[in-house]
């Protein structure tokens, strides 16, 4: 689910709240899911003003934080991973 008047910043810090990081965590795990997905740019955009696939990506990472130990991938997700793994 993303909210389209909230930044990429905003959405990490929201779902790292959710699942019970401290400000701190979710700074150094937001900064490290932006930078692997090609997002730290986009870090204070807004989500209605990204693409379709940095909004995939956007999902990629609030799915992410917090370093969860299973992450299901939906259809568009998971077309976005098989993209990024080596031939």
Not at 10 to 20: P, R, T
Not at 41 to 54: F, I, R, T, Y
Request: net charge negative.
């Amino acid at each position: 689910i993303l909210y389209d008047g909230l930044t990429v910043l905003e959405h990490l810090e929201l779902f790292g709240a959710i699942v019970g990081l401290s400000d701190e965590e979710v700074a150094v795990e937001g900064s490290q899911l932006l930078q692997a997905l090609g997002l730290h740019n986009k870090a204070h955009d807004l989500a209605k003003q990204m693409s379709g696939g940095q909004r995939r990506r956007l999902s990629l990472a609030a799915s992410l934080i917090g370093n969860p130990s299973v992450a299901f991938l939906g259809g568009s997700l998971c077309a976005l991973w098989s993209m990024s793994l080596p031939v």
